[in-house]
């Protein structure tokens, strides 16, 4: 299904893959129900590419939010991830799909992930925590975020020949853990729109990547900064 058509859907499955998180969040998606309120998640961690230096991703998985974290009617959602793979701004849409679709190409990255949503509809959100060696999250962060910063509107398609447009509103730093950055990103397909807070945030050697999106606007900014934060606060340290 087309996002075009998807979008028309009387099923309610809403395939908006002109913004990468949304690609993630609303291609395909399928409300499990698992988890309710205070109630613990059951989350499968993904992983990199292997190394001897890799420890495994049990603790990453551990402090990925819940659905005690979240405000009511959150549940865990089973999600196809189906990307744009086309731009007249190509940089501004590698920069999202790494952040939000792709895993990292380090071969010593350790990644765990997890979204949510209220209903087929959303709102939906979606968190991913990536650790990596040494600087490497900050090294991440920054230019992700510079190159995000000049991406005020760029085109986006499929190989299914489905067109979009995207604009990112940078709002500058967070104010959260060792260094972040956050923006808002608006995805439109036709007469259809959905909007996300992007936060990214680097504590130690982890890079958090947090997407609160809606339809056809975001939840409040300050909910989802205060979302990031929990995230924060969970997060394993590492020497």
Same mark, same amino acid.
């Given at each position: 299904?087309? +996002?075009?058509?998807? #979008?028309?859907?009387?099923?309610?499955?809403?395939?908006? #893959?002109?913004?990468?998180?949304?690609?993630?969040?609303?291609?395909?998606?399928?409300?499990?129900? %698992? /988890?309710?309120?205070?109630?613990?998640?059951?989350?499968?961690?993904?992983?990199? +590419?292997? !190394?001897?230096?890799?420890?495994?991703?049990?603790?990453?998985? $551990?402090?990925?939010?819940?659905?005690?974290?979240?405000?009511?009617?959150?549940?865990?959602?089973?999600?196809?991830?189906? +990307?744009?793979?086309?731009?007249?701004?190509?940089? %501004?849409?590698?920069?999202?799909? !790494?952040?939000?679709?792709? =895993?990292?190409?380090?071969?010593? $990255?350790?990644?765990?992930?997890?979204?949510?949503?209220?209903?087929?509809?959303?709102?939906? @959100?979606?968190?991913?925590?990536?650790?990596?060696?040494? *600087?490497?999250?900050?090294?991440?962060?920054?230019?992700?975020?510079?190159?995000?910063? /000049? %991406?005020?509107?760029?085109?986006?398609? &499929?190989?299914?020949?489905?067109?979009?447009?995207?604009?990112?509103?940078?709002?500058?730093? #967070? /104010?959260? /853990?060792?260094? !972040? &950055? =956050?923006?808002?990103?608006?995805?439109? *397909?036709?007469?259809?729109?959905?909007?996300?807070?992007?936060?990214?945030?680097?504590?130690?050697?982890? @890079?958090?990547?947090?997407?609160?999106?809606?339809? +056809?606007? #975001?939840?409040?900014?300050?909910?989802?900064?205060?979302?990031?934060?929990? $995230?924060?606060?969970?997060?394993?340290?590492?020497?």
């Amino acid at each position: 299904m087309s +996002p075009s058509s998807a #979008a028309t859907s009387a099923t309610g499955r809403r395939i908006l #893959a002109t913004l990468p998180v949304v690609a993630a969040l609303l291609a395909g998606t399928t409300l499990t129900g %698992c /988890g309710s309120e205070g109630d613990p998640d059951t989350v499968t961690p993904t992983q990199a +590419p292997t !190394s001897p230096t890799s420890t495994g991703t049990e603790d990453l998985s $551990a402090a990925l939010l819940t659905t005690a974290q979240l405000p009511a009617g959150y549940v865990k959602t089973v999600l196809r991830d189906d +990307p744009p793979t086309r731009s007249d701004r190509p940089e %501004c849409l590698t920069a999202l799909n !790494s952040l939000e679709s792709a =895993h990292s190409s380090h071969p010593d $990255a350790v990644e765990a992930r997890v979204n949510f949503a209220t209903s087929q509809s959303g709102p939906f @959100l979606q968190q991913v925590l990536r650790r990596l060696p040494g *600087t490497g999250a900050r090294q991440e962060l920054t230019p992700a975020a510079r190159t995000l910063s /000049g %991406c005020p509107e760029f085109s986006i398609g &499929w190989s299914d020949g489905s067109t979009g447009t995207e604009q990112v509103v940078p709002r500058g730093s #967070a /104010g959260i /853990g060792d260094a !972040s &950055w =956050h923006a808002t990103v608006t995805a439109t *397909t036709g007469t259809f729109t959905v909007q996300e807070t992007l936060v990214l945030v680097a504590v130690g050697r982890t @890079l958090l990547v947090l997407s609160d999106a809606g339809s +056809p606007t #975001a939840p409040e900014r300050s909910r989802t900064l205060a979302l990031a934060r929990t $995230a924060v606060s969970r997060l394993p340290r590492y020497p």
